[in-house]
């Protein structure tokens, strides 16, 4: 069964450093997202992506961070100068059609930042 | 109105009893409902999900029960086993504007004793 995989599975980072979170959705899903999970918290939207741009974000989703379709199979999310507050669980997630289909998540990439 | 509220944060129920989780809603505009389970260390997983032309949706053991006019929906999980031990996250979506995107309930935490 198709699945969307993410790497790396941990990132141990320090305060101001860029991180690069990788993410491979399902390949026929045209429909990309990002959530964070910070530890015992609810899952937030990050933000969506479809045809090579953004479709939607959240307050969360400020200038530090940025999205991109490098490639024809890889959605990454790129952190410029991480904070403290940046530790979470980010998943990556992808649907066939946006809003009327379901989003698969990935296994998520624990961020910690030191 | 983007909050979806969950509860109960914590479950305990026996082998083989029901598990009842609900969720309330306040924006009108959502359409689609999730419900998501959630493994320690993995990413959530789509259970099951409902629309609100109908009132019930059932798949094996997991019911989704819908009241539109009250704006909650409901899981029960019937013959709770201990393989159900997980975090369950409710969701909802719209299929426009601001709304193309899971908002997500706090979680509940549900522990099967065998």
């Known amino acids: 069964e198709p699945e969307v995989t993410q790497t790396p599975s941990h990132q141990v980072t320090q305060m101001g450093q860029e991180v690069i979170l990788r993410c491979v959705p399902i390949?026929?899903?045209?429909?990309f997202y990002w959530y964070r999970q910070i530890l015992g918290q609810k899952v937030e939207f990050l933000v969506s992506?479809?045809?090579?741009?953004?479709?939607?974000k959240s307050e969360i989703f400020d200038d530090q961070f940025s999205v991109e379709r490098p490639d024809g199979s890889n959605f990454t999310l790129k952190i410029r100068s991480t904070k403290l507050e940046d530790s979470a669980m980010y998943f990556c997630?992808?649907?066939?059609?946006?809003?009327?289909?379901?989003?698969?998540f990935g296994p998520g990439t624990r961020l910690t930042v030191t | 109105q983007q909050q979806v509220k969950q509860s109960p944060q914590s479950l305990i129920v026996q082998k083989g009893g029901i598990s009842i989780i609900n969720c309330a809603y306040e924006?009108?505009?959502?359409?689609?409902f999730p419900w998501y389970q959630q493994f320690p260390g993995k990413g959530p997983a789509l259970l099951i999900a409902?629309?609100?032309d109908v009132s019930e949706k059932k798949e094996g053991r997991f019911t989704i029960s819908f009241n539109k006019s009250a704006k909650q929906f409901s899981l029960h999980i019937m013959d709770s086993q201990p393989g159900d031990s997980a975090t369950y996250f409710c969701?909802?979506?719209?299929?426009?504007?601001?709304?193309?995107?899971?908002?997500w309930g706090l979680g509940t935490s549900l522990a099967v004793n065998p």
């Open positions: 997630a992808s649907s066939t059609s946006g809003s009327l289909s379901e989003q698969y």
């Open positions: 390949s026929n899903h045209l429909y």
């Open positions: 992506f479809y045809n090579n741009e953004i479709s939607e």
């Open positions: 924006n009108t505009a959502f359409d689609y």
């Open positions: 409902i629309r609100p």
């Open positions: 969701a909802a979506m719209g299929n426009a504007g601001n709304n193309r995107k899971l908002i």
